[in-house]
């Protein structure tokens, strides 16, 4: 006859005890910091609030390549010129059609950001 072999069992529920009053020891014995806040002075505002309008500049690129302000047409040197006469605080929107040569819209971004214009805002319509 063969001899059987016998088979081991753990019990893991008194580990499982063992591990949970482990944590709650922990949690009752642990030392909780709170965060220190520092008081911070806030200056005070004097006067009133400047309230100067942001403008919108659209420029407009057709699918052709075409450059637009303000629905007139510009020629690339054209385009350059007439972006130096705007305020860079203002907001400037590119909108492209969707077939548009991506060569004009990085030429675009790449001249406003030349000229010091911070960002632009880009827009991609068509169908």
């Not at 309008?53 to 057709?62: D, F, L, M, W």
């Not at 075409?66 to 010129?81: C, G, W």
């Not at 860079?88 to 819209?105: G, M, Q, R, W, Y």
Request: aromatic share 10%.
């Amino acid at each position: 006859m063969r001899k059987r072999k016998q088979l081991y069992e753990v019990n893991i529920a008194p580990l499982i005890d063992v591990v949970f009053i482990l944590l709650a020891f922990i949690l009752i014995y642990s030392k909780i910091e709170t965060s220190k806040s520092i008081e911070v002075t806030l200056p005070e505002v004097s006067g009133e609030k400047n309230q100067t309008k942001q403008k919108v500049i659209e420029v407009a690129i057709n699918k052709h390549g075409d450059i637009f302000i303000a629905q007139t047409l510009f020629t690339k040197e054209e385009f350059s010129d007439k972006l130096m006469t705007f305020n860079k605080n203002d907001t400037l929107t590119i909108k492209a059609d969707k077939f548009a040569p991506s060569e004009t819209l990085i030429w675009i971004m790449k001249t406003c950001a030349d000229l010091g214009w911070p960002f632009a805002d880009i827009q991609v319509s068509g169908t």
